[in-house]
Protein backbone atom coordinates (compact mmCIF):
# COMPACT_ATOMS: atom_id res chain seq x y z
CA UNK A 1 0.00 0.00 0.00
CA UNK A 2 1.29 3.68 -0.51
CA UNK A 3 1.39 6.52 1.37
CA UNK A 4 1.31 9.83 1.00
CA UNK A 5 2.51 12.56 3.19
CA UNK A 6 1.91 16.32 2.18
CA UNK A 7 4.64 18.76 3.05
CA UNK A 8 4.75 22.77 2.66
CA UNK A 9 1.68 24.19 3.75
CA UNK A 10 1.93 27.55 4.59
CA UNK A 11 0.59 31.35 4.81
CA UNK A 12 1.77 33.28 2.41
CA UNK A 13 0.51 37.05 1.01
CA UNK A 14 -0.99 37.48 -2.27
CA UNK A 15 1.53 36.96 -5.44
CA UNK A 16 4.07 35.12 -3.36
CA UNK A 17 5.06 31.68 -4.14
CA UNK A 18 4.75 27.87 -2.41
CA UNK A 19 5.55 24.59 -3.07
CA UNK A 20 4.25 21.80 -2.14
CA UNK A 21 5.78 18.43 -1.72
CA UNK A 22 4.15 15.00 -1.44
CA UNK A 23 6.62 12.03 -0.61
CA UNK A 24 5.27 8.28 -1.29
CA UNK A 25 6.38 5.80 0.70
CA UNK A 26 5.17 1.64 0.26
CA UNK A 27 5.84 -1.38 -1.65
CA UNK A 28 5.50 -0.37 -5.82
CA UNK A 29 5.51 2.99 -6.76
CA UNK A 30 5.58 1.80 -9.77
CA UNK A 31 2.78 3.22 -12.21
CA UNK A 32 1.19 5.93 -10.27
CA UNK A 33 -0.12 8.42 -11.71
CA UNK A 34 -0.66 11.37 -9.28
CA UNK A 35 -2.48 14.39 -8.77
CA UNK A 36 -3.44 17.38 -6.30
CA UNK A 37 -6.51 18.49 -5.50
CA UNK A 38 -8.14 21.44 -3.01
CA UNK A 39 -10.68 22.00 -0.77
CA UNK A 40 -11.56 25.29 0.37
CA UNK A 41 -14.21 25.70 3.10
CA UNK A 42 -18.12 24.92 2.05
CA UNK A 43 -16.53 24.02 -1.13
CA UNK A 44 -16.48 20.58 -3.34
CA UNK A 45 -12.88 19.01 -4.02
CA UNK A 46 -11.84 20.04 -6.51
CA UNK A 47 -8.57 18.67 -9.01
CA UNK A 48 -5.80 21.69 -9.26
CA UNK A 49 -3.25 19.24 -11.69
CA UNK A 50 -2.76 16.36 -12.68
CA UNK A 51 0.36 14.26 -13.99
CA UNK A 52 1.00 10.96 -15.51
CA UNK A 53 3.41 8.39 -14.57
CA UNK A 54 5.52 9.29 -17.20
CA UNK A 55 5.12 12.24 -16.01
CA UNK A 56 5.05 13.85 -19.52
CA UNK A 57 1.75 14.37 -19.48
CA UNK A 58 -0.17 16.77 -17.17
CA UNK A 59 -3.22 18.84 -17.25
CA UNK A 60 -4.49 21.64 -14.61
CA UNK A 61 -7.81 23.40 -13.47
CA UNK A 62 -8.15 26.95 -15.71
CA UNK A 63 -7.72 28.77 -12.86
CA UNK A 64 -4.00 28.23 -12.01
CA UNK A 65 -3.16 27.24 -15.77
CA UNK A 66 0.11 29.40 -15.94
CA UNK A 67 0.44 30.07 -12.38
CA UNK A 68 1.17 26.47 -11.52
CA UNK A 69 3.52 23.42 -12.17
CA UNK A 70 3.26 19.91 -10.98
CA UNK A 71 6.46 17.86 -11.34
CA UNK A 72 7.03 14.55 -10.56
CA UNK A 73 10.58 12.97 -10.02
CA UNK A 74 9.97 8.75 -9.78
CA UNK A 75 13.51 8.35 -8.54
CA UNK A 76 12.30 9.86 -5.33
CA UNK A 77 8.82 8.90 -5.00
CA UNK A 78 7.67 12.92 -4.97
CA UNK A 79 5.32 15.32 -6.83
CA UNK A 80 5.69 18.35 -6.26
CA UNK A 81 3.39 21.75 -6.96
CA UNK A 82 5.00 25.03 -7.50
CA UNK A 83 2.62 27.66 -7.09
CA UNK A 84 3.36 30.85 -8.17
CA UNK A 85 1.51 34.28 -7.95
CA UNK A 86 -0.58 33.19 -5.31
CA UNK A 87 -4.09 34.59 -4.84
CA UNK A 88 -6.56 34.39 -1.65
CA UNK A 89 -9.06 32.34 -3.84
CA UNK A 90 -6.12 29.24 -3.32
CA UNK A 91 -6.97 29.11 -0.31
CA UNK A 92 -7.53 25.75 0.96
CA UNK A 93 -6.59 22.71 2.02
CA UNK A 94 -4.24 20.79 -0.33
CA UNK A 95 -4.38 17.19 -1.31
CA UNK A 96 -2.04 14.70 -2.96
CA UNK A 97 -3.67 11.88 -4.36
CA UNK A 98 -2.10 8.72 -6.36
CA UNK A 99 -3.80 6.19 -8.70
CA UNK A 100 -2.74 3.04 -9.19
CA UNK A 101 -2.52 1.92 -12.85
CA UNK A 102 -0.43 -0.51 -15.11
CA UNK A 103 1.64 -0.08 -18.02
CA UNK A 104 -0.90 0.88 -20.76
CA UNK A 105 -1.97 4.29 -18.97
CA UNK A 106 1.46 5.28 -18.30
CA UNK A 107 1.31 8.90 -20.07
CA UNK A 108 -2.42 9.00 -18.54
CA UNK A 109 -3.48 11.60 -16.04
CA UNK A 110 -6.90 11.30 -14.24
CA UNK A 111 -8.87 14.36 -13.19
CA UNK A 112 -11.63 13.24 -11.19
CA UNK A 113 -11.55 12.47 -7.65
CA UNK A 114 -13.28 9.08 -7.32
CA UNK A 115 -10.25 7.89 -9.68
CA UNK A 116 -8.12 7.90 -7.05
CA UNK A 117 -7.08 5.01 -4.43
CA UNK A 118 -4.88 6.77 -1.90
CA UNK A 119 -4.76 9.86 -0.27
CA UNK A 120 -2.48 12.02 1.89
CA UNK A 121 -4.13 13.77 5.00
CA UNK A 122 -4.06 17.30 3.26
CA UNK A 123 -1.98 20.30 4.02
CA UNK A 124 -3.25 24.07 4.70
CA UNK A 125 -2.19 27.18 2.13
CA UNK A 126 -3.97 30.20 3.13
CA UNK A 127 -3.17 33.64 0.96
CA UNK A 128 -3.69 36.98 2.27
CA UNK A 129 -4.58 39.66 0.33
Known amino acids: ?9 GLVQAGDSLRLSCAASGPTFRWIALGWF ?3 PGKDRELVAAISWSG ?4 YVDSVKGRFTISRDNTKNTV ?6 LKPE ?3 VYYCAAKRTDYRH ?3 YFTRSYEY ?12 S
Not at 1 to 9: A, D, K, M, N
Not at 56 to 59: G, R, V
Open 38 to 40: RQA
Open 1 to 9: QVLLVESGR
Open 90 to 92: DTA
Open 80 to 85: SLQMDS
Open 56 to 59: TSSD
Open 106 to 108: YDS
Open 117 to 128: DIWGQGTQVTVS
